[in-house]
């Protein structure tokens, strides 16, 4: 009631469905656009909503954003359409074109229930109704990580966290694997590299903004690395507590030396 104070953020994480562009058939564009075609982000972050703190859909950059994707431009990327008969029929075709229509993999994914467990059910449902029959891998953290690091893996769900929002942070999960220690696709994209440098030069918001679609409808269309649905942070707190301030990241405002209750 009137006794708390109730804040809410798209937040500075999102989730990120990674494939091994080293292992077979995942080198192949065809089947990482098909998984991703065959997910309804929109259906899907209105449903896991309710049972998650995930809610947002978004592409490589934070929903609210201003340098982020409008859902106009997202319903214009493979995979984030809201036709999804049309999307998923698309996905089937480029699954049989690639040689693989009854393709079978194993989810690499954290043993941590909120948000991985829900999301990772999630999609393993949405691709089953593309006929892809997917074994859910959940690991203890230090295993997770070794996993995705090492490359022993075949798909997994990675994630993609900031301190704030700014490209030249957010983007280096989709750079190629020789400029970023975090692209666990092990994937090298020289588009990718080459628009990352153009973004960081540009000389006005609206230049930036221009590459950055650019950029992110390369990485959405190569499908290494995309995202599935961001998070949400919702953050109760007493109506006494004063100096705290709101962010769209969990790893900011974490000193309380300003905080105080005032009776």
């Known amino acids: 009631g009137d006794k708390v104070n109730v804040y809410e953020s798209p937040w500075s994480c999102a989730l990120v469905v990674t494939h091994n562009t080293e292992k077979k058939p995942f080198d192949d564009a065809r089947v990482r656009r098909a998984l991703s075609l065959a997910v309804d982000r929109w259906g899907g972050a209105e449903a896991l909503s309710k049972i998650a703190l995930v809610r947002s859909v978004g592409g490589v950059l934070r929903p609210g954003y201003e340098l982020a994707a409008t859902e106009a431009e997202l319903t214009s990327y493979p995979g984030f359409s809201k036709d999804m008969k049309k999307s998923r029929e698309e996905a089937k075709r480029l699954l049989k074109e690639a040689g693989v229509p009854n ?137 006494q507590l004063k100096g705290w301030h709101m962010s769209p990241s969990h790893y900011l405002n974490q000193d309380l030396t300003d905080v105080w209750l005032d009776q």
């Open 103 to 239: 393709l079978k993999f194993k989810f690499t994914n954290r043993n941590v229930p909120m948000p991985y467990t829900p999301v990772g059910v999630f999609l393993i449902d949405q691709w089953r109704q593309i006929g892809v029959t997917v074994e859910h891998e959940q690991l203890e953290t230090k295993l997770y990580q070794a996993a995705l690091r090492g490359g022993n893996f075949e798909v997994g769900l990675d994630f993609n966290c900031d301190f704030m929002d700014e490209p030249n942070l957010q983007l280096q999960k989709y750079l190629s694997s020789d400029k970023s220690t975090i692209n666990y696709s092990r994937s090298k994209d020289r588009t990718l590299d080459g628009l990352f440098d153009k973004q960081v030069g540009a000389t006005s918001t609206a230049e930036r903004r221009k590459i950055l679609r650019e950029f992110e409808k390369h990485a959405m269309e190569e499908a290494y690395s995309v995202p599935t649905i961001w998070w949400h942070r919702i953050i109760v707190t007493w109506k």
